[in-house]
Structure formats: C-alpha cells, structure tokens
C-alpha cells in the first residue's frame, strides 16, 4: 500500500463522530496535562489506559496518541507566563518565553508556540506517512556508537547554552552529570552513590529535580519579594505575534522541527533533549545570541516547534518496528498489546487500519490543538492577574501531585522539595539551571553509549572511528568546538 | 531462607482451602467466601514496573477479569523506582495487609529479596495467592551475516573457537546474565557481552546488527520472528514452547537441567491481610483465570503457562522451589553466602 492510498484509508478510519471525539477529547486532556504544572503526559496516559479498554483499539490509541502531542502544546503556557514549566519539555521555553512575558509580549509568545507546534507537529507527521517504513529501517541501524556521536554533538551544543560565567556554567553541567551517577549501574549492575538507599537505586526522577529547580525554586524566589501585586501589574500588550516575530521565528520552526523529529527517533532520546538541543542550535545559528535570555521568539519558537516534532519522530519505531524510544511510548506499546495487537515490523501491513488511522488522526488532532490552543492565549493571559498568594499555593499543590503521580513513591517529593531549595540558593548566587538539566538528562545515555561501544568493540575506541555516522558526528562536534573557541578570542565576548 | 519456605507452605494451606470448596460457578462459590465488611473501596494491584511492560500489561488483564468476576472495583498503580526494589520493599514493608492492596509481581522479587532487601524484608513478608503467567528467556539469533542459520550449539561453540567474538546482548545483575554464566562455566566459551537495559533494546541491537545474539521474550521478539529479522536459538524452559515447537530447550541441547530461566509472574498480598480476606482475593484471581477470555488474551500476548504451577493447592511449595533453585545459583556463584 502507497502512502496517498494508506492515508485515504486512515482518514476513512477516523473520520467517523466517535474517533474524531476522542481525538478532540485527547487533544483537550494533553493541552491541560501539558498545562497543569508537574502532570505530565506519561503519568495521564497510565491512568487513562484502563479507560481505552472498552473503546475500539483505533479509538483508544488516537487517544492517546493525541494526549501525548497535546501535552507538547499546552507546556509552554506556564513556562512564558510563571517561569515554571509545564513539562520537562518546557524547561528551555521558560528562559525567553517568561522574559518575553515580562516584557508584555506573553500573547506573542504563546501565540508563537502554538503556532510552531502545529506547524512541526503536521511536518513530522507528513514526513511519517511518506517515510516512515525508510526511517525505520534507518533508525534500527544506529547502535550504541552512533547514539555515542550523538549525544556527543548534544553535549557540545549545550555549551552554546551557557550564559554569564563559563566557569558556573560548566560547574553546572558537572553537577547534573554527577546526580545523573546515582543509581544502578548499566554496564555491571552495581549501586553507585545510593549510600545503601532503596529509593535512591533507581536513580535521581528527572521530573522531581525539574520541578524542585524550577517549579518550587521559582515559588521561593518570588515568595522572597511578595510584593502585593501580581506576576505583571501592567496591561499586556501585543496578543498576537507581529510580522517581525514571525520574521524571527520561521526558520527556527523549521531548524526546531528537522533536529526534533530526528532526535525523537534515537532510543532515550525525545522531546526534552530535542527543546533544550534546539534552544542552543538557535543561539549558536542567531548573528545576535546576546538577545537570548532577554525575550528572543527564536528561544521560543525552535523549542516548542522541536518538542512536537520529537513526538511524531519517536511514534515512529514505536508503530512501524513495535520499538519504544521513550517511556510515553512504551505505554502505547503496552496499550496496544492489551489490545491483543501485536506491535513489530508488519503491524504496518497486517493492521493498516490502524497505522494509518494513527497517522491520519495526527493531522486532525493538530488542527485541533490549534483551534483550541489560539483561542486559550488570551485566556491564560489572564492567569497573570491571580494573585500571588492564590497562585502560588495551587503551582505547589500542582507540584507535589505532578511529581508523586509519576512513580507514587514520597521519596520523590523529597528530591523535589531538595531541588527547590537548591534552585534558590543557585539562582540567588546566579548560577545557570538550565545546563544542569541537559547534562543530567544527557550524561545516562551518553555513558551507557559509550561503555557499550567499548565493551562491543574488538579495538577499543577505534569503533567510534570505524563507524562513518559516529565519526562524522564527532567531526562536527570537534569543528563546533573549535568555532566556538575563535569566536569567543578575538572579540573576547563569549561572555 | 528456612523462614522463607516456612512461609511459602503455610500460604499453600492457606489457599488449599478455598480452592477445594470449588464447585462449577466461579461467581456463586465467590459470593460465599466474601467477607460481610470487604470490599468497601476499590482494591489495588500494586505493579512496581512502568506502565505498558509486561508486568503492567498482565496485570491490567488480570484486573480486568477479576473486576468482571468479583464486581469489586480495581486500580492498577504502577509504584516504580530502583529496577522494582522500590515497590518491593514498598509492598514488603509499608503496604498496609489489609486486602486493598495486592501486588502483582515477577519472581525477580527473589533476586531482590536475597540479595538486595540487606535483611530489611523477606519473601515471608510476602504472600503469593495466584499463579498468573510465564515469559522463559530465549536466546535469538541473526538472519544475516557470519551467524545466520547456526543453532544454539554452534554459536557456543564458536565462542569457544574465537572467545570473546560473539556479542551477546545482556542486562547486568540479571537472569540474562546468569544464563551467561552458567553456559560460559559449563562449555569453556567466552562471550562478548554487551549491557542494555532490557532484553527489549538488546532484540533491536541485533535486528540492527550490533549484536550477534540477543536474548528476550517471545512477546519481544515475536514481531521481528515473523518479519523473519530474528532466528530462534533456545529457550530456557523445562519444556520446547507451544508457539515455538521447532525451538529446542537449552537443557535438552545440552543435556542438562539447569538452564531454567523464566520470568514467574504472581499475585502476592502483604503478610498479616487477614485470612478471610486473603482467600476471597485468592478465589477471585482464580475465578479469572479460570475464563478462557483472559487465557485467550494472555496467550495472544505472547505468554505461556508454566504446567508445574497452575495447581493452585500446591502453588507456594512449587512457587518455593523455583525459589530455592534460584537461591543455590546464588550461593553456588559465591554471590550469596
């Protein structure tokens, strides 16, 4: 079956009242997951998988399907108007996003991201029912040291993010390598700094430490000067991004969706390392990098346009090879199996009805996240207005539930209140949070990447040369290094 | 460990009751065990694996089945952290034994138990009440390359010929590398082993070619196996597998018995639930069990059913002895004294 006739099929599939209801249903309950500070999209879909048990297997999985993408849509919302994330997806969006939102320009940046959203959500999707069986095939290939050049080029990109001082920037990314060490290790599968902790051998939970450093550190920072006013006292101007936004932000839509759709592909990788990757790409490409974390669209828009694309990438070995890149689409996998379907190589053939319906059904659910998230800018504009002391104690509340909701485990609410107070001591001694994260999100794979080529090599490091793919990527990430040192010599502005 | 199989057969007497007093409806002889102030809320099944494995898959079938026998309402919540020591220790020692809480759960509690719970709980704290379903490791190998189309016995013997060739993907501290171990020591082979985090990414690295063997579960690999991407090698099963058939065992390949590797899936409650309680939620897990819909669903997820424990009266002695055979690998590789 051709893709044009594939999709005709799927769109004869979903268009029918019952799936394209559950599809704006799944679009609605994303957008608000993706609001809701700390819910994340993993933590809905488990528990709205019983749910889909007595839908058909087509309805329940565009359900879901959609919740995942609609999450991507709505984090940024609390990230440009709280500088709180909505999802660790959203980290990087807080950055510029909220400066913008100070600055008046919230409207924009909302406006911006939605937009970006749809238009990397429908490219990706465009580029699965043309390519998909293709990418697979390709995705598969890439082994342990191809993942190592990768995550290599990630690592340097990061540098790009660093802001202020080199010397905290880099004691930050030491630090969240270092927390990232906690836990079992992959290559011989004994405890490292767990301190004989049940709780600590599964590692440190990214989202915990992401809502502790932004979420909870944010509450502190602003609790400290609780003045009685509002987040924004002013009135908010320019609802709607002008054509000198859209100026700025189109190619980084278009560079935000090419590195996320890619990066969702790469088993570990999706839609958190794709927004903070494109957030340096933008800074690293932009002739004035000095506007970034001062209000720059591009900061925004390449990162939610990335974040979207990154999920259509990773549905991808999911529905055509039946292999998860992510823990999101692990789930979808176990829903489909309990819907007795088998996921792998011929689900594409053997169930066209269903991949395709899939597909067909991301293009109608991201129109309707459009429909739905534009309209909702003005909306939660409004939120600027809600006191601090009503504000705060609901982001709390959120954050707590968000956080246990993940593993139910209280020790994660620990991390998570930990984390807090870490974030407000480094932000009041001006420490970047941003190149924690990346580094803590980056150095798990990075080094299970690394000891497996290494232990699979017969000529130890030589494999990453031998493999063209990882020796082009870590060609590049050397030249980026490089460019990175002359710029910062001569002009001696890296800051 | 003697408190342990201690344990295990006084659960067995436990059940043994219940079960006996079968007569032909499930749901009649269920209204008769059912305790006058139980349930009142929804039970829970514990999981302390992430949603969409096949831990979570089976026990989301299960409480399906026993919502649709019972009529009591059932949560499935995924508590996870620590490779499922987490939610072992959470179910060995905080859960309260009150009926509301019942953990579904693999026998890789027993690895945790023996070796990593450090004497703060043990599997006496954990009492099984149902035999759900089985997954056996099995070995698969590539369709292309230098390796395609060798049996089980060839690759071992290669990696006799050339030691440390053969790549073989792995996970740390694990029956899939137990069963490295135990091949390695018997036949003098050495393998190249390279670590994942599951037998799922491994099964990927070898359809990628980034291995020369993997090692899974049929409900893994069955995907690839039908788009002919994997060849079956051996499974470590008792018996060859009714999907399988053509599969030989590794013990018969290799004339022996110790190759017996398999993920043992089980509903457990804490210990102290109270004894009425217990033997209510025992018969309902087999009143599911007993309905060929869900026998039907496990099948088609690509599970089997373990003969030696789908007698319910004998379910802890049997359950105890894979456990004990588990315990002297342990001890026999010094890694328990």
Same mark, same amino acid.
């Given at each position: 079956?051709?893709?044009?006739?594939?999709?005709?099929?799927?769109?004869?599939?979903?268009?029918?009242?019952?799936?394209?209801?559950?599809?704006?249903?799944?679009?609605?309950?994303?957008?608000?997951?993706?609001?809701?500070?700390?819910?994340?999209?993993?933590?809905?879909?488990?528990?709205?998988?019983?749910?889909?048990?007595?839908?058909?297997?087509?309805?329940?999985?565009?359900?879901?399907?959609?919740?995942?993408?609609?999450?991507?849509?709505?984090?940024?919302?609390?990230?440009?108007?709280?500088?709180?994330?909505?999802?660790?997806?959203?980290?990087?969006?807080?950055?510029?996003?909220?400066?913008?939102?100070?600055?008046?320009?919230?409207?924009?940046?909302?406006?911006?991201?939605?937009?970006?959203?749809?238009?990397?959500?429908?490219?990706?999707?465009?580029?699965?029912?043309?390519?998909?069986?293709?990418?697979?095939?390709?995705?598969?290939?890439?082994?342990?040291?191809?993942?190592?050049?990768?995550?290599?080029?990630?690592?340097?990109?990061?540098?790009?993010?660093?802001?202020?001082?080199?010397?905290?920037?880099?004691?930050?990314?030491?630090?969240?390598?270092?927390?990232?060490?906690?836990?079992?290790?992959?290559?011989?599968?004994?405890?490292?700094?767990?301190?004989?902790?049940?709780?600590?051998?599964?590692?440190?939970?990214?989202?915990?430490?992401?809502?502790?450093?932004?979420?909870?550190?944010?509450?502190?920072?602003?609790?400290?000067?609780?003045?009685?006013?509002?987040?924004?006292?002013?009135?908010?101007?320019?609802?709607?991004?002008?054509?000198?936004?859209?100026?700025?932000?189109?190619?980084?839509?278009?560079?935000?969706?090419?590195?996320?759709?890619?990066?969702?592909?790469?088993?570990?990788?999706?839609?958190?390392?794709?927004?903070?990757?494109?957030?340096?790409?933008?800074?690293?490409?932009?002739?004035?990098?000095?506007?970034?974390?001062?209000?720059?669209?591009?900061?925004?828009?390449?990162?939610?346009?990335?974040?979207?694309?990154?999920?259509?990438?990773?549905?991808?070995?999911?529905?055509?090879?039946?292999?998860?890149?992510?823990?999101?689409?692990?789930?979808?996998?176990?829903?489909?199996?309990?819907?007795?379907?088998?996921?792998?190589?011929?689900?594409?053939?053997?169930?066209?009805?269903?991949?395709?319906?899939?597909?067909?059904?991301?293009?109608?659910?991201?129109?309707?996240?459009?429909?739905?998230?534009?309209?909702?800018?003005?909306?939660?504009?409004?939120?600027?207005?809600?006191?601090?002391?009503?504000?705060?104690?609901?982001?709390?509340?959120?954050?707590?539930?968000?956080?246990?909701?993940?593993?139910?485990?209280?020790?994660?609410?620990?991390?998570?209140?930990?984390?807090?107070?870490?974030?407000?001591?480094?932000?009041?001694?001006?420490?970047?949070?941003?190149?924690?994260?990346?580094?803590?999100?980056?150095?798990?794979?990075?080094?299970?990447?690394?000891?497996?080529?290494?232990?699979?090599?017969?000529?130890?490091?030589?494999?990453?040369?031998?493999?063209?793919?990882?020796?082009?990527?870590?060609?590049?990430?050397?030249?980026?290094?490089?460019?990175?040192?002359?710029?910062?010599?001569?002009?001696?502005?890296?800051? | 460990?003697?408190?342990?199989?201690?344990?295990?057969?006084?659960?067995?007497?436990?059940?043994?009751?219940?079960?006996?007093?079968?007569?032909?409806?499930?749901?009649?002889?269920?209204?008769?065990?059912?305790?006058?102030?139980?349930?009142?809320?929804?039970?829970? +099944?514990?999981? !302390?694996?992430?949603? %969409? @494995? /096949?831990?979570?898959? =089976? &026990?989301?079938?299960?409480?399906?089945?026993?919502?649709?026998?019972?009529?009591?309402?059932?949560?499935?919540?995924?508590?996870?952290?620590?490779?499922?020591?987490?939610?072992?220790?959470?179910?060995?020692?905080?859960?309260?034994?009150?009926?509301?809480?019942?953990?579904?759960?693999?026998?890789?509690?027993?690895?945790?138990?023996?070796?990593?719970?450090?004497?703060?709980?043990?599997?006496?704290?954990?009492?099984?009440?149902?035999?759900?379903?089985?997954?056996?490791?099995?070995?698969?190998?590539?369709?292309?390359?230098?390796?395609?189309?060798?049996?089980?016995?060839?690759?071992?013997?290669?990696?006799?010929?050339?030691?440390?060739?053969?790549?073989?993907?792995?996970?740390?501290?694990?029956?899939?590398?137990?069963?490295?171990?135990?091949?390695?020591?018997?036949?003098?082979?050495? +393998?190249?082993? !390279?670590?994942?985090? %599951? @037998? /799922?990414?491994?099964? =990927? &690295?070898?359809?990628?070619?980034?291995?020369?063997?993997?090692?899974?579960?049929?409900?893994?690999?069955?995907?690839?196996?039908?788009?002919?991407?994997?060849?079956?090698?051996?499974?470590?099963?008792?018996?060859?597998?009714?999907?399988?058939?053509?599969?030989?065992?590794?013990?018969?390949?290799?004339?022996?018995?110790?190759?017996?590797?398999?993920?043992?899936?089980?509903?457990?409650?804490?210990?102290?639930?109270?004894?009425?309680?217990?033997?209510?939620?025992?018969?309902?897990?087999?009143?599911?069990?007993?309905?060929?819909?869900?026998?039907?669903?496990?099948?088609?997820?690509?599970?089997?059913?373990?003969?030696?424990?789908?007698?319910?009266?004998?379910?802890?002695?049997?359950?105890?002895?894979?456990?004990?055979?588990?315990?002297?690998?342990?001890?026999?590789?010094?890694?328990?004294?």
């Amino acid at each position: 079956m051709d893709a044009l006739s594939g999709l005709l099929t799927g769109f004869a599939v979903i268009l029918t009242v019952q799936n394209l209801y559950l599809c704006f249903l799944g679009s609605l309950i994303g957008t608000l997951v993706g609001v809701l500070p700390g819910v994340g999209p993993l933590a809905a879909l488990a528990l709205l998988l019983p749910v889909t048990f007595t839908m058909s297997p087509v309805g329940g999985m565009v359900m879901l399907a959609s919740i995942f993408y609609g999450a991507m849509y709505g984090g940024s919302t609390t990230s440009v108007l709280l500088n709180i994330p909505g999802e660790a997806a959203s980290v990087v969006t807080c950055i510029d996003g909220h400066q913008m939102a100070r600055q008046g320009r919230a409207g924009a940046a909302l406006g911006i991201a939605a937009i970006g959203s749809f238009i990397a959500g429908t490219l990706g999707v465009v580029v699965m029912t043309f390519f998909a069986p293709a990418i697979a095939a390709a995705a598969i290939r890439f082994g342990p040291p191809e993942n190592f050049g990768l995550m290599v080029l990630g690592l340097v990109c990061t540098l790009f993010m660093i802001s202020g001082s080199a010397v905290k920037g880099v004691l930050m990314v030491a630090l969240g390598f270092l927390t990232a060490a906690v836990g079992i290790d992959v290559v011989n599968g004994r405890e490292r700094f767990t301190f004989g902790s049940v709780d600590l051998s599964g590692g440190v939970e990214l989202l915990a430490v992401v809502i502790g450093l932004f979420g909870v550190a944010e509450v502190l920072v602003n609790v400290e000067t609780l003045t009685p006013s509002t987040l924004l006292a002013e009135r908010i101007t320019g609802l709607w991004p002008t054509l000198a936004d859209w100026r700025a932000s189109w190619r980084a839509m278009l560079r935000g969706s090419g590195l996320g759709f890619i990066l969702g592909l790469v088993p570990g990788g999706g839609p958190v390392t794709a927004s903070f990757m494109s957030y340096a790409l933008e800074k690293r490409v932009s002739p004035h990098p000095e506007r970034f974390g001062k209000g720059a669209i591009e900061g925004v828009a390449g990162p939610e346009s990335a974040n979207n694309a990154a999920v259509a990438g990773s549905l991808i070995p999911v529905l055509s090879l039946g292999i998860p890149s992510n823990p999101v689409t692990a789930l979808l996998l176990g829903a489909l199996i309990i819907h007795g379907i088998q996921p792998g190589p011929l689900f594409m053939t053997q169930r066209p009805d269903l991949f395709w319906g899939i597909v067909a059904s991301m293009y109608v659910g991201n129109v309707f996240l459009l429909v739905l998230n534009l309209p909702l800018v003005g909306l939660w504009a409004q939120l600027l207005r809600i006191p601090y002391r009503v504000l705060f104690p609901i982001v709390l509340l959120l954050s707590v539930v968000g956080t246990y909701s993940a593993n139910k485990n209280v020790f994660d609410l620990w991390v998570m209140l930990g984390f807090g107070v870490a974030g407000y001591g480094l932000r009041k001694l001006e420490y970047d949070l941003a190149p924690f994260v990346i580094a803590f999100v980056l150095a798990p794979l990075l080094e299970q990447s690394l000891r497996q080529s290494l232990v699979m090599s017969p000529d130890g490091a030589m494999i990453l040369l031998q493999r063209p793919v990882t020796a082009f990527l870590l060609a590049a990430s050397a030249v980026l290094v490089v460019l990175m040192f002359r710029k910062s010599k001569p002009g001696g502005g890296s800051k | 460990m003697k408190q342990g199989a201690l344990a295990w057969t006084l659960c067995a007497a436990l059940i043994a009751t219940p079960v006996a007093a079968q007569s032909g409806d499930p749901k009649a002889d269920l209204a008769k065990l059912k305790p006058k102030d139980f349930p009142t809320q929804p039970i829970e +099944f514990t999981v !302390v694996y992430p949603a %969409g @494995g /096949g831990m979570d898959v =089976t &026990a989301r079938l299960l409480a399906k089945y026993v919502e649709k026998w019972s009529g009591d309402r059932v949560i499935v919540n995924n508590r996870t952290g620590g490779a499922g020591m987490v939610g072992h220790s959470y179910l060995a020692t905080q859960a309260k034994p009150d009926g509301y809480t019942v953990g579904v759960l693999a026998n890789l509690v027993w690895g945790d138990a023996m070796l990593r719970a450090q004497g703060r709980w043990s599997l006496s704290d954990l009492e099984p009440i149902g035999y759900l379903n089985s997954d056996a490791l099995t070995w698969v190998g590539p369709t292309e390359g230098p390796y395609k189309g060798m049996s089980v016995k060839d690759i071992v013997q290669a990696a006799k010929d050339k030691p440390g060739t053969i790549r073989i993907a792995t996970v740390p501290g694990s029956m899939w590398e137990y069963i490295v171990e135990q091949i390695e020591a018997s036949s003098g082979a050495k +393998f190249l082993r !390279v670590p994942f985090q %599951g @037998g /799922g990414a491994g099964i =990927t &690295a070898l359809v990628g070619g980034n291995v020369d063997v993997a090692q899974g579960f049929y409900s893994e690999f069955r995907g690839h196996l039908e788009a002919g991407k994997v060849a079956p090698l051996a499974v470590a099963a008792a018996t060859r597998m009714d999907f399988l058939k053509d599969m030989p065992t590794f013990n018969e390949t290799f004339g022996a018995s110790e190759y017996l590797w398999q993920v043992i899936r089980f509903a457990i409650v804490p210990k102290g639930t109270p004894a009425d309680r217990k033997a209510y939620l025992a018969a309902a897990i087999h009143a599911a069990m007993k309905d060929a819909e869900l026998i039907a669903e496990y099948r088609k997820a690509g599970v089997y059913f373990d003969p030696k424990l789908t007698d319910s009266t004998r379910l802890a002695d049997d359950l105890g002895a894979y456990a004990e055979a588990e315990r002297q690998f342990y001890v026999k590789t010094g890694r328990l004294k």
